[in-house]
């Protein structure tokens, strides 16, 4: 009998161990939540096709991301309309053909070449070879309170029929190696490849599309990233 009641005992305190456990963990969860940077909920009051935020370190890029469900040219078409607070914002927008969770093979986001370098207009200073050295990080915040880091890969100029009909290449390996592959060939006009990062089929990529400068309607420069690290806030 007292074996018994000493296990029942033993059952309890290890129970109670393990419910003290869940609780702190369910607090420290709550606590790094708290300090995630970006306010979705906010966001989404205003406008419901926020999904995102992108951020460059150390640039102007510090932009919701914006997804209309079913026309990809609404926020080209009216800017107006990403508002957030009553202000007009600077926004990023992707295509309905990728998954607003940045898990396709290939994440394409566009924004505007602003002549202030506001928008994606920045992005031009990859063409340096030193700004493209010391500017290596993408940070991108989900609305499910996700951090994901990116390293910058590649950057260079490529024809706009190209980017427009760049499929996500989801569940095809060879097809997105064999992108990849081109990409490595050092072909690209503009071009500037971090050749100590490996990126392979089985990884995420984001790329980065904005206007070409001198009035080059038919092509695009992009910054190409890959998904090195993913943290749940």
Partial sequence: EMKRQEEEEAQRAQKAAEEEAARQAALEKEK?????????????EQNEDIFAWITIPDTVIDYPLLCHPSDD????????RSLVKGIHIDSVEMKSINSLDMRDSNTILYGHNQRDQSMFGSLHQYEDQAY?????TILIYTKDY?????TVFNCGQIDDSHILGEP??????????SYLDNIKSGTMPKQHLRKDVQVTSADKIITLSTCENGGQNDRRFIVQAVLTSSEDY
């Fill in 32 to 44: 790094k939540r708290k300090s995630f940077p970006i306010d979705f909920e906010g966001l989404r």
């Fill in 132 to 136: 493209f050295d010391t500017h290596p």
């Fill in 168 to 177: 996500s290449m989801n569940g095809d390996t060879a097809l997105f190696q």
């Fill in 73 to 80: 040219t609404y926020y080209l078409n009216h800017p107006e």
């Fill in 146 to 150: 996700k951090l994901l880091t990116y």
